[in-house]
Nanobody
Framework: EVKVVESGGGLVHPGGSLRLSCEASGFSNSVLSMNWFRQAPGKERELVARIFPVSGTTNYADSVKGRFTITRGNGRNTTYLEMNNPKPEDTTVYIC????????WGQGTKVTVSS
């Protein structure tokens, strides 16, 4: 059974740091990509960052470039999103997606950036 589970959300102060984790289990090999999306109420879902586990290639939304970093974990399909210098507008639910021949979504983890 495939599962995608996020963790690490919570309250962070502007200018602080927070690390989100995502583990996709149930795959026999590396997935094509691990992705972090976010979706604020009333807005479209936005791709925040993507990593291709085999090559290590990464992509970022312009809004987070230079502040957020996506990395691979020790597990085959584990990824982290390091959020540095977060801003109040980064407040929302962050959702991990393991993309393969089928996309598998987690339930999301809420991040609140507030002083």
């Amino acid at each position: 059974e495939v599962k995608v589970v996020e963790s690490g959300g919570g309250l962070v102060h502007p200018g602080g740091s927070l690390r989100l984790s995502c583990e996709a289990s149930g795959f026999s090999n590396s997935v094509l990509s691990m992705n972090w999306f976010r979706q604020a109420p009333g807005k479209e879902r936005e791709l925040v960052a993507r990593i291709f586990p085999v090559s290590g290639t990464t992509n970022y939304a312009d809004s987070v470039k230079g502040r957020f970093t996506i990395t691979r974990g020790n597990g085959r399909n584990t990824t982290y999103l390091e959020m540095n210098n977060p801003k109040p507008e980064d407040t929302t639910v962050y959702i991990c997606c393991a993309m393969n021949t089928i996309d598998y979504w987690g339930q999301g983890t809420k991040v609140t950036v507030s002083s």
